[in-house]
């Protein structure tokens, strides 16, 4: 399975039409039929006025496939493309290998976190393998939404992205988590592998398949 994860920066002004657009005319034209939504957000705190959308494939042919006959749909290009590309001021891919895959929260009314890390040279295998086993211990605290390796444009990133109920709750998880000796563990094995470190917190938009 190859997930893209689609990163759009707007003009604080354009958010609201964006939003409507994608909502009213492209969600509906495209659907699941040209690879799988699995959710739709609005940064929160990070970099702001930013969408964030992520997308699932089979593989990378696949989504090459389904984009060119996407393509080829004259209301998406005509109502959709033609209206949303004036208000979009850059575009981000990542794609990434699901090494664990979307797993959708059982409530809703939820925030997300992306954290997404770069590690050293050849070290994604090796960190990816102790978080997992740390995992036993930090989803005791709150649950795992996603784990990736990215394949492009950064190979040697590695990304996972959490729910919680509110602030609050990221908050009082994660000084639990700081607290358990198996996640600490992780930490002290995991932590001199990484070079960088960025968080984002994403709010569902109202069309959001993880809401």
Do not use: C
């Amino acid at each position: 399975m190859i997930y893209e994860f689609r990163t759009y920066t707007l003009r604080p002004t354009n958010v609201p039409a964006y939003l409507k657009l994608a909502e009213d005319v492209g969600r509906p034209i495209r659907g699941n039929d040209f690879g799988t939504n699995h959710g739709y957000w609005v940064s929160e705190f990070g970099q702001l006025n930013q969408i964030w959308h992520l997308w699932s494939y089979e593989g990378l042919g696949e989504r090459q496939a389904l984009h060119a006959e996407l393509a080829k749909n004259k209301d998406w290009t005509g109502e959709y493309v033609a209206n949303v590309r004036p208000i979009i001021e850059k575009q981000e891919v990542r794609f990434m290998n699901g090494v664990i895959d979307v797993k959708p929260p059982a409530d809703s009314g939820n925030l997300y976190e992306y954290r997404f890390y770069r590690v050293e040279t050849g070290k994604a295998p090796q960190w990816l393998e102790a978080f997992q086993e740390g995992l036993k211990a930090r989803e005791k605290y709150s649950p795992i939404v996603g784990l990736w390796h990215t394949i492009n444009p950064q190979p040697h990133e590695v990304s996972h992205m959490w729910v919680y109920p509110d602030l609050n709750a990221r908050a009082a998880a994660r000084a639990e988590a700081a607290k358990d000796k198996g996640w600490r563990a992780f930490l002290k094995v995991g932590g001199p592998m990484l070079l960088e470190m960025q968080s984002i917190i994403l709010s569902p938009t109202a069309f959001s398949t993880l809401d």
